[in-house]
């Protein structure tokens, strides 16, 4: 199975922070490459799908590049709602889809 | 509005059996992959396998592969998750989610708490 390994696990930040989180594959996943939003208690939320594209309603100070390996999450300007937990996720190899471990977004 | 709406909370014993549910509605239910991913408790997620509602033909993770049985009723828009002897291990929340264009899954259910517990 490819295996997705995100970094950091864990993160501080304040409101109105830049955040990147980054997630590599240990094989080419090409563009297969989906971002969720868990916050506790509830379900995850889809928020990239394909790398770069930003899922509807979602709002736009969530960003997603990369492609083969190397993949990032980026949050252009952290607001209140957005500490959770995130998930990069691998759709190449379907159906054998992976998730990364996670990163925690906490509050500094 | 596209939902997914999963059956409630169950505690049981080990050994028993259990068939959890995830009712679609707001889309052609047979259009769409329905996955199952697991979440033990403080725990990242788990792709279980997959189903295709149209003609119930599955997918499993080699993890899950002879321990679940996933199923549907297309005529019920409802997909399942069974087990036919639980384990305290098997203790988590289980999800279904739609698998949308682009392999993403787009649409996930709120959630089943299995508890299995002597």
């Known amino acids: 199975d490819i295996q997705m390994t995100q970094s950091p696990s864990s993160l501080s930040a304040s409101v109105g922070d830049r955040v990147t989180i980054t997630c590599r594959a240990s094989?080419?996943?090409?563009?297969?490459l989906n971002w969720y939003q868990q916050k506790p208690g509830k379900a995850p939320k889809l928020l990239i799908y394909a790398a770069s594209s930003l899922q509807s309603g979602v709002p736009s100070r969530f960003s997603g590049s990369g492609s083969g390996t190397d993949f990032t999450l980026t949050i252009s300007s952290l607001q209140p709602e957005d500490f959770a937990t995130y998930y990069c996720q691998q759709s190449y190899s379907t159906p054998r889809i992976t998730f990364g471990q996670g990163t925690r977004l906490e509050i500094k | 509005e596209v939902q997914l709406v999963q059956s409630g909370a169950e505690v049981k014993k080990p050994g028993e059996s259990l068939r959890i549910s995830c009712k679609g509605s707001g889309y052609s239910f047979t259009s769409y992959w329905i996955s199952w991913v697991r979440q033990m408790p403080g725990k990242g997620l788990e792709w279980m396998g997959r189903?295709?509602?149209?003609?119930?033909?599955?997918n499993y993770s080699p993890s899950f592969q002879g321990h679940v049985t996933i199923s549907a009723d297309k005529s019920i828009s409802t997909a399942y998750l069974q087990w036919s002897s639980l384990k305290a291990s098997d203790t988590a929340m289980y999800y279904c989610a739609r698998g949308g264009a682009l392999r993403r899954f787009d649409y996930w259910g709120q959630g089943t708490l299995v508890t299995v517990s002597s």
């Open positions: 094989q080419s996943i090409s563009s297969y």
């Open positions: 189903i295709d509602p149209s003609d119930s033909y599955t």
